[in-house]
Nanobody, 124 residues
Framework: QVQLVESGGGLVQAGNSLRISCIGS????????MAWFRQAPEKEREFVAA????????NYVDAVKGRFTISRDNAKNTVYLQMNSLEPGDTAIYYC?????????????????WGQGTQVAVSS
């Protein structure tokens, strides 16, 4: 059974940093492209960042470039999202997702596996 479990969310003030994590089990983690999506209240789920398993190539939505960094530790079956200079607009539930192909696509429909999400709230 595939499981993706996110952790590390919380409430932070604008300008501060937070690192969220996602541990995978029941899947060949080292051969899975991993991604983070987020969904704010009454908004559609949107792509945030992804990292390929083949060459660790990364992809980011423009809104987080230069502030967020996605990384992975295959030995720990874990993907991270380091979020710096957080803004109130970053407030959302953050979801971890996985797909087998190597391309870091941005559509939620391209990802086969999902976690339950972790809440990130940024106060002004």
């Amino acid at each position: 059974q595939v499981q993706l479990v996110e952790s590390g969310g919380g409430l932070v003030q604008a300008g501060n940093s937070l690192r969220i994590s996602c541990i995978g089990s029941g899947l060949p983690f080292s051969h899975m492209t991993m991604a983070w999506f987020r969904q704010a209240p009454e908004k559609e789920r949107e792509f945030v960042a992804a990292i390929s398993w083949l060459d660790r190539k990364t992809n980011y939505v423009d809104a987080v470039k230069g502030r967020f960094t996605i990384s992975r530790d295959n030995a720990k079956n874990t993907v991270y999202l380091q979020m710096n200079s957080l803004e109130p607009g970053d407030t959302a539930i953050y979801y971890c997702a996985a797909r087998r192909p190597t391309t870091t696509l941005t559509s939620p429909a391209e990802y086969s596996y999902w976690g339950q999400g972790t809440q990130v709230a940024v106060s002004s």
